[in-house]
């Protein structure tokens, strides 16, 4: 190899080494400048956001509807009775309680139901006189038994305010 030809050949590579150094430099500042991730990104948040407004269309839909429906005469009266238990004037509502002591379901009384309990003695008993009148689990008056008296007696222990309030939550017992 002659000199002229080892200079064409540096020469060459040369302009090879120039013409791919360049290449990759644009490639490094189209990537710097133009970021494919960033692009990625977006266009899947500008998805996911196109999906959200959807959603939220479809449910200002529906409450256009229900503002519809809403306004009447019919749905108000069945939300009235249904949800406040109210009733057009001149009729009476009535209310079915399950028997005492039966669990059906969903419709199972709580534990602390108070139709669960016996009666108890009114706390009102021990500010009667002596021997007064006391109305019986018949609905007619009776004379108080000695029972009675002595269930409510405890009830009469403790003054002041505290006293009252204990007398007032006895029927909770």
């Known amino acids: 190899m002659t000199r002229v030809e080892r200079r064409?050949?540096?020469?060459?590579?040369?302009?090879?080494?120039?013409?791919?150094?360049s290449a990759l430099l644009a490639v490094a500042v189209l990537v710097a400048w133009f970021p494919g991730g960033s692009l990625l990104e977006q266009h899947a948040a500008l998805a996911a956001t196109n999906s959200q407004l959807q959603t939220l269309r479809r449910q200002d839909a529906a409450l256009a509807q229900e503002q519809k429906n809403l306004n009447t005469p019919s749905e108000i009266e069945r939300i009235a009775r249904q949800?406040?238990?109210?009733?057009?004037?001149?009729q009476a509502a009535f209310q079915v309680l399950?028997?005492?002591g039966s669990a059906t379901g969903t419709n199972a009384p709580y534990p602390g139901d108070p139709g669960l309990s016996s009666p108890v003695v009114p706390s009102g008993t021990p500010e009667l006189p002596p021997g007064g009148v006391h109305v019986?689990?018949?609905?007619?008056?009776?004379?108080?038994?000695?029972?009675?008296?002595h269930a409510a007696a405890p009830a009469t222990q403790g003054g002041g305010v505290l006293g009252r309030i204990i007398r007032t939550l006895e029927f909770w017992r």
Do not use: C
């Open 83 to 90: 949800q406040y238990n109210l009733v057009l004037p001149g």
């Open 8 to 21: 064409g050949v540096q020469e060459r590579r040369r302009t090879r080494t120039i013409v791919i150094g």
């Open 98 to 100: 399950p028997p005492n």
């Open 136 to 149: 019986d689990s018949t609905g007619g008056p009776s004379r108080l038994t000695g029972v009675a008296r």
